[in-house]
């Protein structure tokens, strides 16, 4: 009997379970798959049974197992709700209705067990998580501690100053960056308000920025702005101010973050007038100067009526102040000169030091020429009285260019050019005086004179360079030698060829100096190569003026260049015109005779152009004639063949061998030239077929890589003649 | 609200927007604890029957089902899956998990359900919430090879080099990746595939990768509400779309059944196995 009631009643705890399941899942989360939940369930409905069956019935079972039911987390209202109405529904029915009043009082005890398990438990969850508040929030505050302090920290020591403000403008925190800035304490800051710390300089601007970043408008501004230090020094900083708003939007305090500037400002106006004025005579520089001339050229409106003058001056004979006296009385002078000058602009003239011993007086406002020449007397005057300079009395004198004319139609660029002129004008005229600016004069031969009288200083500053066009034998077209042609690169005109100045330095003797200088350079070129080729290196054949051979110090000149550079003589050329040897002066020639004696070759260059008389060519003392290349000329046609010519050339080339000398044969331009010159027995080419005049370095190639050379070979144009 | 919040936060939607810190905290200063908003961690709980919350919390959970009735169901059925994924990790041989957006870990705690079947398993949990995370230091305090740590999904190395998350864990073994109903509170901005990339890189091979997301797709009859909530309260949700939730798993093989349908993943109930809980889950196998 107990048996079989304990099957049936297994059968009945089954599908309670089951059902029991099916009723609750889904309204509580338990982290339970079916099969654990039935289970669960089971051993529920088991006790629940057992309970029913025990005599007296054991209520107590029903809150245990209610206690059980929550302990799953079956928490959701529903699954009791269920669990009660499945319960008081099925039991009796599966264990008998007589057992109604016993299951209403397992499910009422179930009821209490579910309510003060689930009321226990939502206590200690309660207090769980306010424990897990406390906590968060404890450690949540030691972050902030750590926070603050990590600020309070970058906030004192901090190499900006800054401070807090309220909306109100009173300064409520300072960091001892800022009190060191203004040398307050921060409790005399503290005592300030923001707008005390006001400079009479600021501009009305900053102010306006103020109001209406407290006023919410703004969120920052930065500035440059000058604060007085408590001691009254000013100081200047880079002010950087922020507006800090509250959670809801509004203004709630201003942050100033300050840098002081003040020495950096210091430095830079230094620097500004340094990069303005002229160290030695404090005067304005070239620089400003030409700022200024812009300026007024850029801002007349077209139509005005304004007129612009200046006076260009430049010292008479400086170089050789410098030179004699030193640079300590030639910069004493200068200082002086500066002085006087200043002194005579008494109408707000600008003067300014242009660089070397060239000033300029400027007249922005012009009322005429006669101001101008007016002002350029007076310089002229002030300038004359002797000057005390290191116990001695010297005297200066100096050159004006005067320029005088209306604004609108001309530009800065074209006043100071024509300024330039005038005052080499000035200078050509004879010294200590004034020239006026003449439109109506050649602007071609204002030119030409402005740079015959610009080239003394040219060869100083070396503007002239020196180029080198190969000299080849005939017979291998291997380079022998190199003649150096001079060049002028000027700095507004670029490079000049020598057809451009060698005519005006013959004219003005600065041909003496000019040729001295490349004499100087070529040996010492040819020197270097010689150090590096020995016996390879090429002679080097430089050009001497007429007015070069007639002074008397030219043998000595070349002598100390020798000297000086080191240069063998035999690898040292001089070429001469035709008309420089066929003066009769004695004097050019016993300077020949004296070259020759040190070892140096004469060449006699662009023979057969000029005086040509060929008894005389005997009595010369002359190494080399250089064929002037207009023989040549119709020789260079391969199609063309001109015995005539052929036979002049023929006629000169023997002549020079008969007496002893090497010919050259210039202007070389074709291969055809080439051959035919070879086999009539010009003995040496030069010419574009075979070179251009070249850099120095172009012919260290040359030397380096004689196989690669960039001209054809004699066998090359024998072919092309053959063919 | 912080902007951290969203990740675990189902009821962030129904928050007004743009008035909280997260816009002016910067990212070095301390997470406050504002009793006074609601906690994403200790709704989630009120979802789940539990009592790790306070008015405030119950007040915003009453409202989103509201709005949203099944949204109880939905978080049962992807706390249902967590569950069945972690049992089937450990079958797998997984012993090492670390749960990401764990919120407050009371019903079905990972390292509960997985020490049912091997009682060595190692749980790290993390969370963004200090309090949550206090809670879960209380909880797990005297059990063994456990830990929680305060850190955001998309801090990848912040994570994985945290001193607890190297103590307990040991990242040259396989390690199950928990991040369950997490990813549909990170907006692409965030670039949370790029941090799901970066954990593969650095996880072992045989690791494995748990993972669920909420989806309009799937719940045709409800996409229509859901859009709508979406309108009315301009969440940062994103509801990604089945291809794009896919995407998280580039360089994982997903395992059988493959991305499915949130209840469907392995079901082992009558409660589960209902495709029409909204909401896709897989997990994904680095090799």
């Not at chain 1, 379970?17 to 289970?39: F, I, K």
């Not at chain 1, 669990?83 to 299951?103: A, K």
């Not at chain 1, 250089?626 to 006629?651: A, H, M, Y």
Request: proline share 5%; with cysteine; aromatic share 6%.
């Amino acid at each position: 009997m107990t048996d079989i009631r304990t099957r049936a009643d297994a059968i009945v705890v089954d599908s309670l379970a089951r059902e029991w399941a099916v009723e609750v899942e889904g309204t509580s989360y338990v982290p339970m798959g079916s099969d654990e939940l039935v289970e669960y369930l089971t051993e529920i409905s088991a006790d629940l049974v057992a309970a029913l069956r025990a005599r007296p019935v054991r209520a107590a079972v029903g809150h245990d197992a209610g206690r059980r039911l929550v302990q799953a987390h079956f928490t959701g209202p529903s699954t009791v709700e269920r669990t009660l109405m499945l319960l008081g529904r099925r039991l009796p029915e599966l264990l008998g209705d007589e057992l109604r009043e016993d299951v209403l009082a397992l499910v009422g005890a179930l009821a209490a067990g579910y309510a003060t398990t689930l009321r226990d438990r939502t206590l200690d969850e309660q207090e769980a998580i306010r424990r897990a508040v406390i906590v968060a929030r404890h450690q949540t505050e030691q972050a902030l501690h750590a926070s603050e302090a990590r600020f309070r920290a970058m906030f004192y020591e901090a190499a900006i100053g800054i401070g807090l403000g309220d909306v109100h403008g009173r300064i409520v925190e300072v960091n001892p960056a800022l009190t060191q800035m203004f040398g307050y304490t921060a409790q005399e800051m503290r005592r300030r308000t923001v707008g005390e710390l006001a400079h009479p300089e600021d501009l009305p601007s900053v102010w306006v920025l103020y109001e209406r970043l407290l006023a919410g408008e703004l969120d920052n501004f930065c500035i440059e702005k000058r604060f007085y230090r408590k001691d009254g020094e000013e100081i200047i900083c880079n002010l950087t101010l922020s507006l800090v708003r509250d959670e809801r939007g509004r203004p709630s305090y201003q942050v100033a973050m300050l840098e002081d500037v003040t020495e950096r400002h210091a430095l830079q106006s230094h620097l500004e007038y340094q990069a303005f004025h002229d160290t030695l005579t404090t005067l304005p520089n070239r620089a400003l100067f030409t700022q200024r001339l812009e300026h007024i050229f850029t801002t007349t409106p077209p139509g005005s009526a304004r007129r612009v003058g200046l006076c260009f001056l430049d010292l008479d004979g400086f170089k050789a102040v410098n030179d004699s006296l030193g640079h300590d009385v030639g910069d004493l002078m200068l200082e002086e000169v500066a002085r006087r000058l200043a002194d005579q602009a008494t109408d707000g003239e600008l003067v300014a030091r242009m660089g070397g011993d060239e000033f300029v007086v400027l007249v922005e406002n012009s009322r005429g020429v006669e101001q101008l020449i007016a002002l350029a007397e007076r310089i002229l005057t002030a300038l004359a009285e002797p000057l005390e300079l290191a116990d001695q009395e010297l005297t200066v004198s100096a050159s004006i260019g005067i320029v005088e004319r209306p604004v609108t139609g001309g530009d800065s660029s074209e006043l100071m050019r024509a300024a330039d002129i005038t005052l080499y004008s000035a200078k050509a005229d004879g010294r200590g005086r004034w020239a006026l600016h003449d439109p109506s004069r050649d602007e071609a031969e204002i030119t030409r004179f402005a740079l015959s009288a610009a080239m003394p200083a040219a060869i100083e500053r070396e503007e002239f360079f020196v180029l080198y066009q190969p000299l080849v034998a005939m017979g291998d077209h291997g380079m022998r030698g190199v003649e150096a042609l001079v060049r002028w690169h000027h700095p507004r005109l670029g490079v000049l060829g020598p057809g451009r100045f060698i005519g005006l330095a013959e004219e003005t003797g600065a041909i003496v100096a000019l040729g001295h200088w490349v004499l100087a350079s070529a040996c010492r070129d040819a020197r270097r190569w010689y150090d590096e080729f020995g016996d390879a290196a090429p002679f080097v054949s430089v050009n001497v003026a007429p007015r070069q051979l007639h002074e008397p110090s030219l043998l000595a000149d070349v002598e100390q260049v020798l000297a000086d550079t080191g240069l063998p003589s035999h690898l040292l050329q001089i070429e001469l015109t035709e008309r420089a040897l066929t003066t009769d002066e004695g004097a050019p020639l016993k300077a020949l005779d004296g070259l020759r004696e040190l070892g140096v070759r004469i060449a006699i260059d662009d023979f057969g152009t000029g005086y040509s008389n060929l008894s005389y060519l005997r009595k010369l003392p002359v190494d080399v004639i250089k064929l002037d290349g207009s023989f040549g000329e119709r020789l260079r046609d391969e199609e063309v063949t001109n015995t005539v010519d052929e036979r002049i050339v023929g006629t000169l080339v023997d002549l020079g061998h008969a007496l002893g000398m090497t010919v050259c044969a210039e202007g070389v331009e074709t291969g055809a030239q080439a051959s035919r010159l070879r086999r009539l027995g010009c003995d040496e080419g030069q010419g574009w077929h075979f070179a251009a005049a070249l850099p120095r370095e172009d012919i260290q190639e040359v030397l380096r890589h004689p196989d690669a050379r960039s001209w054809p070979g004699p066998e090359d144009a024998l072919a092309s003649s053959v063919s | 609200m912080d902007e951290q919040d969203r990740e675990r936060a189902p009821v962030r939607m129904l928050l007004p927007r743009g008035d909280g810190d997260g816009v002016t905290r910067p990212a070095w200063a301390p997470q406050e604890v504002d009793l006074d908003r609601p906690s994403a961690a200790r709704v989630y709980d009120y979802y789940l029957g539990g009592s790790h919350n306070f008015a405030v919390d119950r007040e915003m959970a009453r409202r989103a089902i509201a709005d949203w009735p099944e949204l109880p169901q939905i978080m049962r059925s992807n706390r249902a899956f967590l569950r069945r994924a972690v049992r089937w990790c450990v079958a797998q041989g997984v012993d090492q998990f670390l749960d990401i957006g764990s919120g407050i870990p009371t019903v079905g705690a990972v390292h509960e359900v997985a020490r049912t079947d091997d009682p060595a398993v190692r749980v790290v949990y993390v969370d963004v919430d200090p309090v949550a995370v206090a809670h879960s230091v209380a909880l797990l305090d005297g059990v063994p090879g456990t830990g929680a740590v305060q850190a955001d999904l998309c801090d990848v190395d912040g994570v994985l080099d945290d001193p607890v998350v190297r103590d307990v864990l040991d990242l040259d073994r396989p390690v199950a990746l928990l991040v369950v109903a997490l990813l549909h509170f990170v907006a692409d901005d965030r670039e949370p595939a790029a941090a799901l990339a970066r954990y593969r890189e650095r996880l072992a091979p045989g690791s494995l990768l748990v993972l669920s997301h909420a989806s309009a797709d799937g719940a045709p009859d409800r996409a229509g509400d859901h859009i709508a909530l979406y309108r009315r309260t301009a969440t940062p949700m994103s509801m990604r779309p089945y291809d794009a939730v896919l995407r998280f798993f580039d360089g994982f093989d997903l395992v059988e059944p493959g991305l499915v349908p949130l209840s469907t993943w392995r079901p082992d109930g009558a409660a589960d196995g209902d495709a029409r809980v909204p909401g896709y889950a897989g997990v994904g196998r680095r090799d």
